[in-house]
T-cell receptor
Framework: EAGVTQFPSHSVIEKGQTVTLRCDPI?????LYWYRRVMGKEIKFLLH????????ESGMPNNRFLAERTGGTYSTLKVQPAELEDSGVYFC????????????FGPGTRLLVL | GNSVTQMEGPVTLSEEAFLTINCTYT??????LFWYVQYPGEGLQLLLK?????DKGSNKGFEATYRKETTSFHLEKGSVQVSDSAVYFC????????????FGKGTKLSVKP
C-alpha cells in the first residue's frame, strides 16, 4: 500500500508569487489533514477534509490560503500571494476514519518564500 | 486550552545510552497521546500511542506511559542506536475532536557512535 505522497518536495518562490502544493492520501482514506511547521515552532493544524468536504478549517491562517479536494481524492493547498512568513514545512496526513484513528503523514513540502 | 510541552533539544547521546524525552500536556477531558518520529529526509511516522490512563505504548524499544496524575507521556529507550537519530514529536488528540493533532515543538536527538 502506497503511503501519503506530497509534491513538490521543495519549493522556493519570491514574495507575491503563487504556489500550489499537492497531497495524495492513502487510497481509501476519507480523512485528509493539512499541517504546517514554521521554523522552530510546533506543527500546527490547518484544515481537515472528509472526502471532498471541509470539516474544519479553523487553522487556516488567512484568506491567502485556499485548499481543495475535488472528487475526494487528492488535495491541493494554494498560497496566493505568498508572504515571507508562509515559509515552513507543509505536511499532509490521512486516516481511514475520523477522530481517534491513526493519521499517516507524508514527507512534507518545504516552502521557502524569499 | 490544549497544548503539549516537550523538552528542548537538541539532545546528544552516545550509542547505548539511556534516553528520556519529557512530554507534558494540558487538555480538556482525556486525550489520546502519541509520539511521532521524523527521520532525516522523511515524513512523520507514528512511533507509539496510548489512548487511556496507565496505558503503555511501545515500539522499536521505545516506551511511553500515559500518566494522568502528572499529565505526562515521557518517551524512554534503554539503549539508543545511531539509527535513532531523528526529531521526536509528542502530540495529543482531544477526545471527541475531529482529528486535529496538537503537537509539541519537537526534540532533535543525535546519537554518536
Amino acid at each position: 500500500e502506497a503511503g501519503v505522497t506530497q509534491f513538490p518536495s521543495h519549493s522556493v518562490i519570491e514574495k507575491g508569487q503563487t504556489v500550489t502544493l499537492r497531497c495524495d492520501p492513502i487510497s481509501g482514506h476519507d480523512n485528509l489533514y493539512w499541517y504546517r511547521r514554521v521554523m522552530g515552532k510546533e506543527i500546527k493544524f490547518l484544515l481537515h477534509f472528509v472526502k471532498e468536504s471541509k470539516q474544519d478549517e479553523s487553522g487556516m491562517p488567512n484568506n491567502r490560503f485556499l485548499a481543495e479536494r475535488t472528487g475526494g481524492t487528492y488535495s491541493t493547498l494554494k498560497v496566493q500571494p505568498a508572504e515571507l512568513e508562509d515559509s515552513g514545512v507543509y505536511f499532509c496526513a490521512s486516516s481511514r476514519d475520523t477522530s481517534q484513528e491513526t493519521q499517516y503523514f507524508g514527507p512534507g513540502t518545504r516552502l521557502l518564500v524569499l | 486550552g490544549n497544548s503539549v510541552t516537550q523538552m528542548e533539544g537538541p539532545v546528544t547521546l552516545s550509542e547505548e545510552a539511556f534516553l528520556t524525552i519529557n512530554c507534558t500536556y494540558t487538555a480538556t477531558g482525556y486525550p489520546s497521546l502519541f509520539w511521532y518520529v521524523q527521520y532525516p529526509g522523511e515524513g512523520l511516522q507514528l512511533l507509539l500511542k496510548a489512548t487511556k490512563a496507565d496505558d503503555k505504548g511501545s515500539n522499536k524499544g521505545f516506551e511511553a506511559t500515559y500518566r494522568k496524575e502528572t499529565t505526562s507521556f515521557h518517551l524512554e529507550k534503554g539503549s539508543v542506536q545511531v539509527s535513532d537519530s531523528a526529531v521526536y514529536f509528542c502530540a495529543l488528540l482531544r477526545r471527541g475532536s475531529q482529528g486535529n493533532l496538537i503537537f509539541g515543538k519537537g526534540t532533535k536527538l543525535s546519537v554518536k557512535p
